[in-house]
């Protein structure tokens, strides 16, 4: 190989080793570093004993509403979804089939439910709904599957009162060994 060009087959490596270092440099500096505060948004969790549940509620018949602003590009009208992974209602964990999951028919515990939606709905904007928005988007999605009446205010004491129509369909094996 010519002397010409090994000197600029080594040229054109070190402008790559520098183009993608420069690159890394500058991906590490992305991003805004969050305080504290910032940080406790992130910490919630909605158990089903009712820890993690914020203050606040709402009925079906708000919920309809908002859901119908927020949620009705993947989910439907009533719930029907776009797709089998965005499908709320209907289902049966019985059936010879490969069964249709959904909040009626999958889920076990409201609180799954709440907790998802608090973290990470709308799909578009993930915890931008208040918690008001919530209990009341959490309501209509329950009272779609038929396990609330549309009158019920949801909150976090009722909340922990609603019984799933699978909330016997898993195992606990948490606390095995």
Same mark, same amino acid.
């Given at each position: 190989?010519?002397?010409?060009?090994?000197?600029?087959?080594?040229?054109?490596?070190?402008?790559?080793?520098?183009?993608?270092?420069?690159?890394?440099?500058?991906?590490?500096?992305?991003?805004?570093?969050?305080? @504290?505060?910032?940080?406790?948004?992130?910490?919630?969790?909605?158990?089903?004993?009712?820890?993690?549940?914020?203050?606040?509620?709402?009925?079906?018949?708000? !919920? &309809?509403?908002?859901?119908?602003?927020?949620? $009705?590009?993947?989910? !439907?009208?009533?719930?029907? !979804?776009?797709?089998?992974?965005?499908?709320? $209602?209907?289902? =049966?964990?019985?059936? @010879? @089939?490969?069964?249709?999951?959904?909040?009626?028919?999958?889920?076990?515990?409201?609180?799954?439910?709440? /907790?998802?939606?608090?973290?990470?709905?709308?799909? =578009?904007?993930?915890?931008?709904?208040?918690? /008001?928005?919530?209990?009341?988007?959490?309501?209509?999605?329950?009272?779609?599957?038929?396990?609330?009446?549309?009158?019920? $205010?949801?909150?976090?004491?009722?909340?922990?009162?609603?019984?799933?129509?699978? &909330? /016997?369909?898993?195992?606990?094996?948490?606390?095995?060994?």
């Amino acid at each position: 190989m010519s002397t010409l060009k090994k000197l600029l087959t080594a040229s054109a490596v070190s402008a790559s080793l520098a183009i993608g270092l420069s690159a890394v440099v500058q991906a590490q500096s992305l991003g805004t570093p969050i305080n @504290e505060s910032q940080l406790q948004g992130f910490d919630l969790i909605a158990q089903p004993n009712g820890s993690g549940y914020p203050a606040g509620g709402g009925t079906a018949m708000q !919920g &309809k509403a908002i859901f119908e602003i927020r949620c $009705v590009a993947c989910h !439907g009208m009533t719930g029907e !979804g776009t797709s089998a992974n965005t499908r709320l $209602v209907g289902g =049966d964990m019985q059936s @010879e @089939e490969r069964p249709i999951r959904t909040v009626g028919s999958y889920w076990p515990h409201a609180s799954t439910l709440f /907790d998802y939606v608090q973290r990470a709905m709308p799909a =578009d904007a993930p915890k931008s709904l208040s918690s /008001d928005e919530v209990y009341q988007v959490i309501a209509y999605v329950l009272h779609l599957n038929g396990i609330i009446e549309n009158s019920l $205010v949801l909150n976090k004491e009722t909340l922990m009162q609603v019984e799933m129509p699978n &909330k /016997d369909g898993f195992i606990d094996s948490s606390q095995a060994l």
